[in-house]
């Protein structure tokens, strides 16, 4: 279904840390997924893609795992620093060409 | 390349009242979509067009319109707004629509509050 947002859940890590962010998407049928990041002010930034018939991904400081089994999706951040602190959305896209996007969770990074 | 730019960044609006957002996708960028972002809702689509047609429509109410021009800028409409259409409307581009092509790259958005 469609996302919906009342509270955003928070991570909380010390700087250098490893952050791993998880997200459970909704249609089996997805076959396409995206991790963005949004800092305050600014608009979602991509941050990494998968397609469904990878179950890994990897980017620079970032990796992008997808478990198809339990519709399930993880973005790990290496080594996370204070300019990683952001909302991280998941989106997912079907047959159609929008995207349903996750409720976003709130990445705390402290020194 | 310049990113999706979107104008202007902040709207006040009073009910009743009708508003156009405007988006200039990035350079070479054929499609464009829409979104619109709530504390409450999160983001949920609105629309998507390409070469000037939608090719795709949320679940908004009629109020809600856009068009695309010869130049892939869009704009978007609403009409006879109400206060729960207070949100950041934001603009995406990618190359062209289908999920082999380049993933949406997103503006900053327009803040619109209705007052």
């Known amino acids: 279904g469609e996302s919906v947002g009342l509270h955003l859940p928070t991570l909380s890590v010390q700087e250098g840390d490893n952050s791993i962010i998880n997200c459970a998407y909704s249609n089996s049928a997805s076959d396409y997924f995206i991790w963005y990041k949004q800092e305050s002010g600014k608009g979602p930034q991509f941050i990494i893609d998968?397609?469904?018939?990878?179950d890994k991904r990897q980017g620079q400081r970032v990796t992008v795992l997808l478990n198809k089994t339990v519709k399930h999706l993880s973005l790990q951040i290496a080594a996370t620093q204070p300019g990683d602190s952001a909302v991280y959305f998941c989106a997912e896209n079907l047959n159609t060409d929008k995207l349903i996007f996750g409720t976003g969770t709130r990445l705390q990074v402290f020194p | 390349k310049a990113g999706v730019t979107q104008t202007p960044r902040y709207l006040i609006k009073t009910r009743g009242q009708q508003v156009t957002l405007s988006c200039s996708p990035i350079s070479g960028h054929r499609s464009v979509s829409w979104y619109q972002q709530t504390p409450g809702q999160g983001l949920q689509f609105l629309f998507e067009?390409?070469?000037?047609?939608?090719?795709n429509k949320g679940n908004f109410p009629g109020r809600f319109s856009g068009r695309q021009f010869s130049n892939s800028r869009s704009e978007m409409n609403v009409s006879t707004l109400e206060l729960g259409d207070s949100a950041l409307y934001l603009c995406?581009?990618?190359?062209?629509?289908?999920?082999?092509?380049?993933?949406?790259?997103f503006g900053n958005g327009t803040r619109l509050t209705v007052t």
């Open positions: 998968i397609r469904s018939n990878m």
């Open positions: 995406a581009s990618r190359s062209g629509p289908g999920r082999n092509n380049s993933p949406l790259h």
């Open positions: 067009y390409f070469s000037e047609t939608q090719r």
